[in-house]
């Protein structure tokens, strides 16, 4: 493991958490922005593992929460980690140790890296998802158990808000309802942990397979198959994009996306069901990969990750799906994220299964 990030990784870790963010988790550049900017003012941030930290360590989970359409115009400032910072060190009694991204997909994989330059810390290489979930109660924590009993979160207007749910569930209902009147967009920390309870309820090693599959394709002659490869992905169709709907609601961006296949694909069509990520894929209502595997549209030339929010019509895309992390595909992960966490009338079914 490397045992910093540095400004040459961010480019790299950028790239990757797009990929992992399966369409959702905010766009990464204005948190490679901010990464390298606080990296110039602050230094390399330390990259540490579980080990690394005393075992009563407090470990700050970090992200966004809202609608990644929002998110582009209402940009998190350099503020909102300190105020949670200083609520938690209230509220324990002691300044966290270390932070660590909530969900390594998206902008909320990249950002952390400024907040814990902010913020003087280390970054733990672990996340809550390894991948990016749209809601609250769908991280790693939730399903090994772990009470959901304090989220704080902070807004650009400089409001401090601190919940104390009575489970992940009502987690998401209160801190959505916050989020949406704060604008759709705010920063939270949730499942504040020591390092010894984090064990075995985090995902440890995703911020090193971001830069990974992020340097995948770095010189790459076919980036599309270097970046296949390196995810062991199927791809499920290669296209155009040629039909959109999307909105903003909730909190949430919701649609679904459709891409006409070209080349050998021509005459297929698949379809994208999406809330803030891309959820479900169907082809003549068949479907071929769905929620917790990761789905992931790519541009066909460049293998770069196309967020949902960015999906416009004509674009020439390739459609990658693989396998979610084994916790994801447990009685109690299938629960919290499955298809029908989302209300589809769907038994997962692995994707290299269907495949």
Same mark, same amino acid.
């Given at each position: 493991?490397?045992?910093?990030?540095?400004?040459?990784?961010?480019?790299?870790?950028?790239?990757?958490?797009?990929?992992?963010?399966? @369409? !959702? $988790?905010?766009? +990464?550049? =204005?948190? /490679?922005? #901010? &990464? %390298?900017?606080?990296?110039?003012?602050?230094?390399?941030?330390?990259?540490?593992?579980?080990?690394?930290?005393?075992?009563?360590?407090?470990?700050?989970?970090?992200?966004?929460?809202?609608?990644?359409?929002?998110?582009?115009?209402?940009?998190?400032?350099?503020?909102?980690?300190?105020?949670?910072?200083?609520?938690?060190?209230?509220?324990?009694?002691?300044?966290?140790?270390?932070?660590?991204?909530?969900?390594? @997909? !998206? $902008?909320?994989? +990249?950002? =952390?890296? /400024?907040? #814990? &330059? %902010?913020?003087?810390?280390?970054?733990?290489?672990?996340?809550?998802?390894?991948?990016?979930?749209?809601?609250?109660?769908?991280?790693?924590?939730?399903?090994?158990?772990?009470?959901?009993?304090?989220?704080?979160?902070?807004?650009?207007?400089?409001?401090?808000?601190?919940?104390?749910?009575?489970?992940?569930?009502?987690?998401?209902?209160?801190?959505?309802?916050?989020?949406?009147?704060?604008?759709?967009?705010?920063?939270?920390?949730?499942? +504040?942990?020591?390092?010894?309870?984090? &064990?075995?309820?985090?995902?440890?090693?995703?911020?090193?397979?971001?830069?990974?599959?992020?340097?995948?394709?770095?010189?790459?002659?076919?980036?599309?198959?270097?970046?296949?490869?390196?995810?062991?992905?199927?791809?499920?169709?290669?296209?155009?994009?040629?039909?959109?709907?999307?909105?903003?609601?909730?909190?949430?961006?919701?649609?679904?996306?459709?891409?006409?296949?070209?080349?050998?694909?021509?005459?297929?069509?698949?379809?994208?069901?999406?809330?803030?990520?891309?959820?479900? &894929?169907?082809?003549?209502?068949?479907?071929?990969?769905?929620?917790?595997?990761?789905?992931?549209?790519?541009?066909?030339?460049?293998?770069?990750?196309?967020?949902?929010?960015?999906?416009?019509?004509?674009?020439?895309?390739?459609?990658?799906?693989?396998?979610?992390?084994?916790?994801?595909?447990?009685?109690?992960?299938?629960?919290?994220?499955?298809?029908?966490?989302?209300?589809?009338?769907?038994?997962?079914?692995?994707?290299?299964?269907?495949?």
């Amino acid at each position: 493991m490397q045992a910093r990030i540095t400004l040459e990784d961010v480019a790299a870790l950028a790239r990757g958490c797009a990929v992992l963010g399966t @369409g !959702g $988790g905010g766009d +990464v550049r =204005p948190g /490679a922005i #901010a &990464a %390298r900017r606080a990296i110039r003012e602050h230094g390399e941030v330390p990259l540490v593992s579980l080990d690394d930290l005393p075992a009563d360590a407090l470990v700050l989970p970090l992200s966004g929460i809202g609608a990644p359409t929002v998110s582009h115009e209402m940009i998190h400032g350099e503020d909102e980690p300190v105020r949670i910072a200083e609520e938690i060190e209230r509220i324990f009694g002691r300044p966290p140790a270390a932070v660590m991204s909530s969900e390594i @997909g !998206g $902008g909320n994989g +990249v950002a =952390p890296v /400024a907040w #814990a &330059a %902010r913020l003087g810390l280390p970054l733990l290489d672990a996340d809550a998802m390894g991948r990016a979930f749209p809601e609250v109660q769908m991280v790693s924590m939730y399903v090994a158990g772990i009470p959901a009993n304090l989220v704080v979160m902070a807004d650009v207007a400089g409001n401090v808000v601190t919940i104390r749910p009575i489970d992940g569930l009502w987690s998401e209902r209160i801190a959505r309802a916050v989020c949406v009147a704060a604008g759709s967009s705010a920063l939270m920390a949730d499942y +504040v942990l020591t390092a010894r309870e984090c &064990a075995g309820a985090v995902i440890e090693g995703t911020v090193s397979r971001a830069i990974a599959v992020g340097r995948a394709t770095e010189g790459a002659a076919d980036p599309l198959a270097a970046l296949t490869a390196e995810l062991g992905a199927v791809r499920l169709l290669t296209g155009k994009l040629a039909d959109l709907d999307r909105r903003t609601t909730g909190g949430f961006a919701r649609g679904t996306a459709t891409v006409e296949g070209t080349g050998d694909d021509r005459g297929r069509t698949l379809t994208l069901e999406i809330q803030n990520e891309n959820l479900v &894929a169907l082809e003549d209502g068949r479907v071929r990969a769905m929620v917790p595997d990761l789905i992931t549209v790519v541009d066909t030339q460049t293998a770069t990750a196309v967020q949902t929010e960015a999906l416009r019509y004509g674009q020439r895309v390739t459609v990658l799906a693989w396998p979610c992390d084994p916790l994801w595909r447990t009685p109690k992960g299938l629960e919290t994220a499955g298809p029908r966490a989302f209300g589809y009338d769907l038994d997962y079914l692995p994707v290299e299964k269907i495949a």
